[in-house]
């Protein structure tokens, strides 16, 4: 199967990502129990940010040689993919923060 899909690793993204969200959102930070168990277990959920892209370079490259013809039509697809994927959010998000930034009246202020 040439665009096989590996549901156990993307699983494990799911709680490589789980793990980024639960650092970012650790409840204890700050507190007065900073050295409690649980803080230390929620510091150490960073990790999963590596995992995230060690997961995702592994499936990446393991659909580059499932596939049976790396021609350039194959890249050129497959970048197309890759474009409609990310560029959406990003152009939302540069958007939203351009604007926020020009409501505050910020642009071009702070340029020394």
């Known amino acids: 199967n040439r665009n096989q899909h590996i549901v156990q690793l993307t ?10 969200f639960l650092y ?3 409840p204890l930070k700050g507190k007065s129990n900073s050295e409690s168990f649980l803080y230390s277990i929620l510091n150490e959920m960073y990790a999963g940010v590596g ?11 393991y ?5 049976s013809n790396l021609s350039f039509d ?19 998000i ?3 923060y351009f604007v926020y930034w020009w409501l505050r009246g910020e642009g071009g202020q702070n340029i020394e």
Request: no cysteine.
């Open 94 to 96: 540069t958007t939203v």
């Open 24 to 26: 970012h959102y650790n």
């Open 51 to 61: 995992l995230f892209f060690v997961l995702s370079g592994f499936l990446i490259t």
């Open 11 to 20: 699983g494990i993204r799911f709680l490589a990502v789980l793990m980024v």
């Open 63 to 67: 659909n580059y040689f499932q596939a």
């Open 74 to 92: 194959f890249f050129r697809k497959y970048m197309a993919r890759r474009f409609a994927n990310i560029y959406p959010v990003y152009f939302i």
